[in-house]
């Protein structure tokens, strides 16, 4: 069965620094999502992607982080300046078609110290 | 705003049990439901979708139903599997948007 890449699985980043997560969705999907869970906590939306630009955002996703999809396969998550409290396991996501099954990456792991 | 609460929190039951599952949602107006597996530190597999429209859906040991109506869903595991020890998520959505996901329920099952 076809999977989203999510790389790396695991990134250590200073406080202040900047992170690139990366994502690799299947091929054929037009929907992309980021979430993210903080350890012992639910999944919690961050950004939905359509069409090249962002179709809808959480209170989470503020000017600190943005999306792109530089290429025709890639999709990236940025965050600017990172926090202490952005250290979780963020989750790529994409789906063919709005009402189709949602499909995960296996998640890349943020420490920030 | 779309609150999905799982009860459970957690749940161990012997080898060999059938069990139940069980998610509620505040905002009928969902597209479908989805229900997940997440094992410890991993990513979230997709178990079953069910459509507004659809009463359930069956994989193999697995059923789940939805009640828009009444917003419910339930997930029933037959014959339970140590390998079937994970946490268990539920998820609503409405096309395009954002899918909202439950607390979850953990579950253990004993050898």
């Known amino acids: 069965e076809p999977e989203v890449t999510q790389t790396p699985s695991h990134q250590v980043t200073q406080m202040g620094q900047e992170v690139i997560l990366r994502c690799v969705p299947i091929s054929n999907h037009l929907y992309f999502y980021w979430y993210r869970q903080i350890l012992g906590q639910k999944v919690e939306f961050l950004v939905s992607f359509y069409n090249n630009e962002i179709s809808e955002k959480s209170e989470i996703f503020d000017d600190q982080f943005s999306v792109e999809r530089p290429d025709g396969s890639n999709f990236t998550l940025k965050i600017r300046s990172t926090k202490l409290e952005d250290s979780a396991m963020y989750f790529c996501a994409s789906r063919v078609w709005p009402n189709e099954k949602l499909f995960f990456g296996s998640g890349t792991q943020l420490s920030v110290l | 705003k779309q609150e999905v609460t799982q009860i459970p929190a957690a749940l161990s039951v012997p080898e060999g049990e059938n069990l139940v599952l069980n998610c509620s949602f505040t905002?009928?107006?969902?597209?479908?439901l989805q229900w997940f597996r997440q094992d410890p530190g991993k990513g979230l597999t997709s178990l079953l979708l069910i459509q507004s429209s659809q009463r359930e859906q069956t994989s193999g040991r697995l059923n789940a139903s939805l009640d828009k109506s009444s917003g419910r869903s339930t997930l029933y595991i037959a014959a339970s599997q140590p390998g079937d020890s994970a946490t268990y998520l539920c998820a609503v959505g409405r096309g395009y948007q954002k899918v909202t996901f439950g607390t979850g329920t953990k579950l253990q099952v004993i050898p």
């Open positions: 905002d009928s107006a969902i597209y479908n």
